[in-house]
């Protein structure tokens, strides 16, 4: 069975502080991504990895940034949080075959105060 | 540009009962459609998906789906509803950037009463 975890359920940071979400899948997907979710707008892709160091914005990558230094991690970083960040975050991975399935972990429920 | 349209926020349905949720998509390919529940305080879980051939996919937990080209719809069913049903759902379609990218719709939340 493919297995996405992510680092933390809930979160809770402060306005300001940097915040790391992180993302680790263990069956070789090349693809990664970082969604959110929030109700009535359904997920947004923030943005994804298709190979080590490599990086795409979606629709709505500001105020974040990533990481890939592994082929498994892919990092979600919050430079300065802000209480409109409050929200579900996903991540998911897929294989490079065009088959488009995504795999999903079970999310970090962030709360910027 | 894809897009993805689920017809109503919400639906309530009463256990036995027929459920249906509705997905329209747009897409100037030929596209690869899913659908995915997320049952409270988890991740999204694959429940069918259609890439070629046979229109009608069946999924997990009795749920199947019709792709309609003509219709550009590809709603979601199941005959008899459960408690356990309870969940949001979301349809997603295949965006032709590549990278293997999906495009969501809003979700649709589906409440199951005695």
């Known amino acids: 069975d493919v297995k996405v975890t992510q680092s933390s359920r809930y979160l809770v940071k402060r306005t300001g502080e940097k915040v790391f979400l992180e993302c680790v899948q263990d069956?070789?997907?090349?693809?990664m991504f970082w969604y959110r979710q929030d109700p009535g707008l359904g997920l947004r892709l923030i943005y994804f990895?298709?190979?080590?160091?490599?990086?795409e914005k979606g629709d709505i990558p500001e105020g974040y940034s990533v990481s890939r230094e592994k082929k498994e991690r892919f990092s979600l970083i919050l430079e300065s949080a802000s209480t409109n960040q409050t929200s579900m975050y996903l991540c998911?991975?897929?294989?490079?075959?065009?088959?488009?399935?995504?795999?999903f972990g079970p999310g970090t429920r962030l709360t910027v105060t | 540009a894809q897009s993805v349209t689920q017809l109503g926020s919400h639906v309530s349905v009463s256990e036995g009962a027929l459920v249906l949720l509705r997905c329209n998509y747009s897409?100037?390919?030929?596209?690869?459609l899913f659908w995915y529940v997320q049952y409270p305080n988890q991740g999204l879980q694959l429940l069918l998906k259609y890439t070629t051939g046979a229109t009608l996919v069946k999924g997990i937990n009795g749920f199947e789906a019709e792709f309609k080209k003509s219709e550009t719809s590809f709603h979601l069913t199941k005959p008899s509803a459960h408690m356990s049903d309870a969940a949001e759902y979301f349809c997603a379609v295949s965006d032709s950037g590549g990278y293997n990218k999906l495009i969501f719709g809003a979700g649709t939340r589906l409440a199951v009463h005695p």
């Open positions: 990895s298709y190979d080590v160091k490599m990086k």
């Open positions: 897409s100037s390919v030929p596209p690869y």
């Open positions: 998911a991975s897929s294989p490079m075959r065009a088959s488009y399935e995504q795999y």
């Open positions: 069956m070789d997907h090349e693809n």
